[in-house]
């Protein structure tokens, strides 16, 4: 019989271990991927800018577009059996880039968060630990339990793999450069695949995320926007986001998800669980959660999605959102069991930058990378408004870095048949959606129309936000990696400014 451990034991979020044939040999190990030479590089960006002119790709009007980007992030490896793949960002990093949609948007290489940005919001006790755990190369279970270990740390779901804690602070890093950009209003749409991160807790990785860079991006919009609205449409329950921000009413969480208590993680997100309990707390009805079961389709989810929406934005009146795009919730995915297809999926984003409102695009989850960087690239070009032209090629171009990775004969939008042969059985029943978005309806008549916000409420920024500052820090990283330029011209050769 297994000791009692000093911590409780993690909860698993997928069944190990089945080793994914989808990733190439070179990201089955722990090593840099490979370099294109410069001529490599050229060609490619040859082919990309008579792509985009082609197909008339231009930046936006009348707004910008930023991406925000650290390719430190690509080359780590929570493992061989895992779930998550940081190569998803290379190849979304590459179909972005095929078609010279950088060339659209302003492109930031950001630095990783440092120590005071992640303790904005995690405990320090828990950051400490992250910096000084060592690896470890086999997952704790029951059969290996090490007192050691905190914070859910060393798990199948949360392993101590070799850089966790620098591929965490790059994590932030990139989705607090975004929210920067968006209060200097130097961007209107920011987007950063490499976050999402939203299961993380102040205190304890959760779920394959152990730094919740959303709630450090927040917390940075706050300083600025009187409401931040965070909208989630990964396939599971947006838990760290709507816990970090639980008695706040200046942050609405609204989590579109798989919701089942006994079978799927996290098990939290009932249509009945809208914040505190208690009136007087001012975080009671602002958080709003749609489960819903396997199967859903493009119609339903846009139709549900809006409706939700919709009277949110309406009722609270956000000054900003906050977009997380989990990509799990696809048809197709190694964890979720939806029907969407990148056209219902991306439908949310296009309906959001409708609103007019500044937003931060962030990755998530998505655990099949062919349909993560579909997904993603499209609503990149959703954002900057190319996504017509884009879809007009059909196919992905020949020139995509790994184009025999993304399968399906090529097709830039497969059918459902082409992904699952059989789509899943749909268990959603239009009886249901309505009913939640009666729920919805009625939560909201709660929730005072844009509460007010005294402006002593907003804390200072305790970052380092100082031009001189950013500009040491950023000396100081590219001392320590003579490489760093090198490395940022690798795999795709993107063109990066600061
Ligand atoms: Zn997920």
């Known amino acids: 019989m297994a000791l009692p451990l000093p911590f409780r034991l993690p909860k698993p979020n997928y069944l190990p271990h089945n080793v994914d044939v989808d990733e190439p040999e070179v990201v089955k190990v722990y090593k840099p991927l490979d370099r294109p030479s410069p001529f490599e590089d050229a060609i490619f960006e040859d082919k990309a800018k008579r792509l985009a002119q082609e197909l008339g790709i231009t930046a936006p009007k009348g707004y910008d577009v930023s991406f925000h980007y650290n390719v430190q992030m690509e080359k780590h490896h929570f493992g061989q059996t895992h779930p998550m793949k940081p190569w998803r960002l290379v190849l979304t990093k590459g179909l972005v880039t095929s078609y010279g949609m950088h060339h659209a948007m302003k492109n930031y290489t950001t630095r990783a968060a440092t120590y005071d940005e992640l303790v904005s919001f995690h405990s320090q006790d828990y950051v400490n630990f992250l910096g000084s755990v060592a690896p470890q190369p086999t997952p704790l279970d029951v059969d290996n339990p090490n007192p050691d270990l905190r914070f859910n740390l060393g798990g199948s779901d949360c392993p101590l793999f070799e850089g966790l804690y620098d591929y965490c602070s790059q994590s932030g890093g990139a989705s607090l450069d975004a929210a920067r950009k968006l209060c200097a209003k130097q961007s ?22 152990y730094i919740n860079d959303i709630v450090i991006a927040i917390l940075q919009l706050l300083r600025v926007h009187k409401r931040v609205l965070y909208i989630d449409i990964d396939v599971h329950h947006g838990d760290g986001v709507e816990e970090a921000f639980f008695s706040s009413d200046r942050v609405m969480t609204v989590s579109f998800h798989k919701y089942d208590p006994h079978t799927f993680f996290p098990g939290t997100g009932a249509l009945e669980d809208n914040g505190p309990k208690s009136e007087h707390n001012p975080g009671a009805h602002h958080a709003i959660n749609v489960p819903l079961n396997d199967g859903i389709t493009d119609e339903q989810y846009q139709w549900l999605f809006e409706r939700v929406i919709s009277q ?81 090629t059909v196919y992905i171009p020949d020139h995509a870095p790994y184009r025999q990775r993304f399968e399906y004969d090529g097709h830039l939008l497969p059918s459902i048949e082409q992904i699952l042969g059989e789509p899943r059985q749909n268990r959603n029943p239009q009886k249901k959606l309505l009913e939640i978005v009666q729920h919805v309806t009625e939560q909201l008549r709660f929730v005072a129309a844009a509460p007010s916000v005294q402006s002593s409420v907003i804390p200072p920024d305790l970052g380092p936000i100082r031009d001189e500052v950013e500009q040491r820090i950023k000396e100081e990283i590219e001392e320590q990696d003579e490489n760093a330029r090198k490395a940022r011209e690798e795999a795709v050769g993107v063109p990066m400014e600061f």
Not at 188 to 209: M, P, Q, T
Not at 327 to 333: C, F, R, T, V, Y
Not at 340 to 360: A, E, R, W, Y
């Open 188 to 209: 209107d749409i920011a987007v950063a695949w490499g976050g999402g991160l939203h299961h993380a807790k102040r205190s304890e990785a959760s779920g394959f995320c």
């Open 312 to 392: 949110c934005v309406q009722k609270f009146q956000p000054e900003a959102i906050a977009l997380q795009c989990g990509a799990d919730s696809l048809a197709g995915d190694r964890l979720g069991k939806f029907n969407l297809l990148v056209q219902g999926h991306s439908s949310c984003v296009d309906f959001c930058k409708k609103l007019g409102i500044p937003m931060i695009l962030f990755g998530g989850g998505g655990y099949t990378p062919r349909n993560v960087a579909r997904a993603w690239a499209y609503e990149t070009a959703v954002a900057i408004g190319q996504e017509e032209k884009m879809a007009s």
